[in-house]
């Protein structure tokens, strides 16, 4: 059975062309449903800034991992990882096809490929901080120790991730450099993988951000990140990281206008968007393709394909 994906940047239309696709599929009587492999859409209350899936479009067609957590629990990749293969497994299970949807590379590659994550323990890396916190360069050089390879990839002054690195190496007796081994391919876990990468140009990628940071401004950004600051509990680390609910917050406290409001968030989105398009770039499974012919691509792959029939 194939699993679909639609991966690209912020504003690059996948939303669209996956709903497409999907209406497609289901009229042509092969059930599939959106997965979103998003950081950020599986936070209840954070719908405007996240761009998420409509309810009526959720209503049409089956999405997993949108409004799954409150916005003060932390997701981890790990645990993003787990969930995603978990809801794809599922809709397999029922005689569905997943079709992945999403713009965020970690997030994408932690699913389809077979990545491994160390376990993490506040207690154990705060202890570490706290041992190594005046002397980096002898932490790096405890590092070389227990892992050589592992020490030669972070430079000595990095604190944080030699931190990162003794802590992995505590909580599990592996070395850190393991959990690297399969950053340098591309193999993914699932044997017929068909993908529909959309890169718009640059001028047109820029001028939807602009777009989409107006819209949110005007489809109630503001008492959005309101209602979010009279939550019981503060946002998570994770959630913190969305795009517009800081800038919202500056707006709500009078350190910004909407006018500048709005150019902030666009402005934020777009080297986000260069950002994401480096992980999608590097990944040779991601040839950009018109949003025409992805839709062709993907309403057209039946459960009967062979593994040659996926991309390279």
């Known amino acids: 059975m194939p699993i679909l994906a639609v991966v690209g940047p912020t504003a690059s239309g996948k939303s669209e062309v996956a709903m497409t696709v999907a209406r497609g599929r289901i009229a042509?009587?092969?059930?599939?449903?959106?997965?979103?492999?998003?950081?950020?859409?599986?936070?209840?209350?954070?719908d405007v800034g996240t761009a998420k899936p409509s309810r009526h479009d959720r209503d049409e067609v089956p999405h997993h991992l949108v409004?799954?957590?409150?916005?003060?629990?932390?997701?981890?990749?790990a645990g993003f990882q787990a969930r995603a293969r978990a809801a794809i497994d599922d809709v397999q299970d029922r005689g569905a096809t997943p079709l992945?949807?999403?713009g965020s590379g970690l997030y994408w590659r932690a699913v389809v490929d077979e990545l491994r994550f160390p376990p993490t323990d506040p207690t154990v890396?705060?202890?570490?901080?706290?041992?190594?916190?005046?002397?980096?360069?002898?932490a790096h050089r405890h590092l070389a120790t227990l892992d050589p390879d592992a020490a030669a990839r972070i430079e000595p002054n990095n604190l944080r991730?030699?931190?990162?690195?003794?802590?992995?190496?505590?909580?599990?007796?592996?070395?850190f450099s393991r959990y690297d081994d399969a950053w340098e391919r591309y193999d993914s876990r699932y044997p017929v993988l068909t993908v529909a990468y959309l890169e718009p140009p640059n001028d047109e990628l820029r001028d939807r951000i602009?777009?989409?940071?107006a819209r949110m401004v005007e489809g109630g950004l503001l008492e959005e990140a309101a209602a979010?600051?009279?939550?019981?509990?503060?946002?998570?680390?994770?959630?913190?990281?969305?795009?517009?609910?800081?800038?919202?917050?500056?707006?709500?406290?009078?350190?910004?206008d909407l006018t500048e409001l709005v150019d902030l968030i666009a402005r934020r989105t777009w080297r986000f968007a260069r950002r994401q398009r480096r992980w999608f770039r590097a990944d040779p499974r991601c040839e950009p393709i018109d949003p025409e012919d992805a839709i062709a691509r993907l309403v057209g792959v039946s459960e009967g394909m062979g593994g040659?029939?996926?991309p390279s």
């Open 210 to 213: 602009a777009v989409r940071a």
């Open 125 to 138: 890396r705060d202890e570490l901080r706290q041992r190594w916190a005046d002397d980096p360069a002898a």
């Open 100 to 102: 992945l949807v999403g």
């Open 28 to 46: 042509a009587g092969q059930p599939t449903e959106i997965v979103a492999v998003d950081a950020f859409t599986v936070y209840r209350g954070m």
């Open 228 to 256: 979010l600051r009279a939550l019981p509990h503060p946002l998570s680390h994770t959630a913190q990281q969305a795009i517009g609910y800081a800038e919202a917050f500056e707006a709500l406290d009078g350190r910004l």
């Open 161 to 175: 991730r030699t931190i990162r690195a003794l802590e992995a190496i505590e909580l599990t007796g592996e070395r």
């Open 308 to 310: 040659h029939d996926r």
């Open 67 to 77: 409004d799954i957590l409150d916005p003060w629990e932390e997701l981890s990749v």
